[in-house]
Structure formats: C-alpha cells, structure tokens
C-alpha cells in the first residue's frame, strides 16, 4: 500500500510456474531516487506477453492453441498404416461418397451445440488413444491417486506388466461407453471431459499411460458432468456402475483432480467449438466419418424456420441501428440503392 513500485512488480497468479522462471527478480533499492527506479519497472503489458507466449502449453485454456491431441495424431504412423490398410481392404461400394444433388442434400446429424452421441464418444476415445499412444516415455510421472495398482477399479488382480502393454483403441470406447450409458450423459460431455484430460496433463505435468488412464478418464467424466449437467450423477451412483469402488475412493479421485486443476473448471464457449472441429478434423483424418443422412421435408422446414426467424432477428436489428434524421451535410453520403442482376 503506497508504494510505487512493488504494484508493477508482483507474480500474477494466472501464470503457471514455468511462466515465473522468464521473470527477472526484483530488488527493491531504497537508496533510489523514484525517477530512477521508474525505468527498470515491467510494464504490465509484458506480463500478459508471457502469458501469450505460453499459450501453446494451455490448449484448454487458450482458443487460439493447437489441441494436444491433434498434434500427436499428426505425427503417427499408427494413423497412416491404418489408412493404408483402410484403402486395401475395404471393398470399392463402402468407399463411395455420398454427394449431394439438386434433388437430395446429404447432412450429418452432429453440429457444434447438439454432437452426435455415439461418434461423439469414437473421436474422444481415439484422441485418448493418441495420448497413450505417442505419450513421452522419458518426461511425465506415476501419481498415486491415478495408479490403477494403488486404486484398482476391480477386486481382479492386476498383473505385473500392466503398465507395460497400451490399450487398443476398442478397449477405451468399451469403458468410455459404459459410463456414458449407464449414467446418461451427453455428447457435450464427452468433449468437456477431453478438456478438462488435456488441462490436467498440463497442469500436473504428467502423461497418461496404460497404468493411469482408465481413473484418468473416469476422474475427468466425473467432474465433466457435475460441471455440465443440471442434474449431476453422484459419487455413489459411479460406485453401482463401477461395483468395486467405494465411494470414499471416488471423493478422493475427485479431490485431487480439482486440486491439479488449480480449482480452473471454466471452459469457455471458444475453446469448447476448438475441440469440437479438431474432433472432427481426427475423424475424417481416420476415417471416422460422420453418418450422413438425407435431408427430409420436416428437417428442411424446420431449417427453414430457423433461417427465417434469424433473418427477421438481424433485420429488427438493422433497422433499429438506421438513424431517424440526418444532417445537411450528409446528404451526399453514401445511400441504399436496389441491385439490378440481368
């Protein structure tokens, strides 16, 4: 309180630790003039740079950066011998495309605010796989909590070697599919769960891997739901699904996973639309596409609808925005004149 120069001066507590190291310490010198000291100050525009620097470490947080997931399936030959076996084996009808004509228009059922459940849950579970997959094997550590060892989900022993062999993709969507079904979550779900996986890998600096990821991902979907829907699925509801957890277990997984999230459960509505089209960018890029269904005259009148009911929305709006008079001098200004097409 007072003083000058320690306002300007002070750590934001946005910045992640890695974000402290580029600032310089401060030694406050009493024997200073104010105008001295004045021009060693930061600028308070330059921290908010180091925050922009670090924005390739926060996808979760940052809408302008890459997903995680993205760039690690960008970089893995799994997806390309994948694709080629794709091309080799599947018969010349299944690869047919369907285009659209003057009479038919084909549309997938999935958009940004309404996702399509089923696929939804496919591209969220292959972007885990990547995860797993391409993980750094030298960086990243084991966190108790996580350790499918320590806190088994079934009374099954767990062998040796589990942390050794990486699950097939099908492995993923079983569990991910089972907890979606038995606690009737949504589409929207599924995709706040990858963010808030993503976020959590950065914050802690960890990386999943075969020995971590299934309380990974139930960690994130439980918190995912209490935070999307209305009415959230409780801890012990889990516990009927999952038979041989205990609910004591569940507080704690869900503890801890908001402390390594540094309490930061916002997911603003710009990075929510970056995961979706990234998920959609995986799918086509691994042949998952989206069904595509023909446009019926219930579903072309009720777009119809839609369109017409934002046109008259945005026409008000202009209208109101027109103004009422104008000045002498601007008659000459620029006027509406009807286009003429021949």
């Known amino acids: 309180m007072g ?5 300007c001066v002070s750590g934001s507590p946005k910045l992640r630790r890695n974000a402290h190291s580029r600032l310089e310490p401060y030694h406050q010198e009493s024997d200073l003039s104010r105008e001295e000291t004045a021009c060693n100050l930061q600028h308070i525009s330059d921290r908010e740079n180091i925050d922009e620097l670090n924005m390739e ?7 302008r950066a890459s997903t995680i997931f993205l760039s690690k399936s960008h970089n893995d030959a ?3 011998k994948r694709k080629s076996l794709f091309i080799n084996n599947v018969s010349a009808d299944s690869l047919r495309r369907k285009y659209s004509s003057c009479s038919t228009i084909f549309l997938d059922d999935n958009t940004v605010s309404q996702p399509n459940l089923k696929y939804t849950i496919k591209c969220v579970t292959l972007a885990i796989y990547y995860h797993i997959k391409n993980r750094d094997t030298n960086g990243g550590m084991l966190l108790d909590i ?10 099954s022993e767990v062998p040796l070697d589990y942390n050794q062999h990486d699950p097939e993709q099908k492995q993923i969507y079983r569990f991910v599919r089972t907890l979606f079904s038995a606690a009737q979550l949504t589409a929207e ?4 769960t990858l963010v ?4 959590l890998l950065t914050y802690a600096e960890i990386d999943i891997c075969p020995g971590n990821w299934k309380r990974i991902v139930l960690g994130a979907i439980l918190l995912a739901s209490k935070v999307w829907d209305d009415q959230a699925v409780w801890n012990v509801d889990y516990c009927q699904i999952l038979k041989d957890i205990t609910v004591e277990d569940m507080n704690e997984l869900e503890r801890q996973f908001l402390e390594l999230l540094q309490f930061n459960i916002n997911v603003p509505s710009s990075v929510y639309a970056k995961y979706y089209f990234d998920l959609r960018s995986l799918s086509e890029s691994n042949n998952l596409s989206f069904p595509l269904e023909p446009l019926s005259r219930e579903k072309a009148q009720k777009l119809e ?7 008259d929305k945005y026409k008000d709006i202009r209208r109101a925005a027109r ?5 002498m001098d601007n008659l000459c200004g620029r006027r509406w004149v009807p286009a003429i097409l021949s």
């Open 3 to 7: 003083s000058t120069t320690s306002c």
């Open 146 to 155: 996580f350790d499918e060892k320590l806190h088994p989900l079934s009374k």
């Open 189 to 192: 779900c599924a995709i706040v």
């Open 323 to 327: 103004k009422r008079s104008a000045s």
């Open 305 to 311: 609808a839609i369109s017409r009911l934002c046109d």
């Open 57 to 63: 470490y926060n996808p979760s947080d940052h809408p």
């Open 78 to 80: 799994v997806r390309e």
């Open 196 to 199: 808030y996986l993503e976020r």
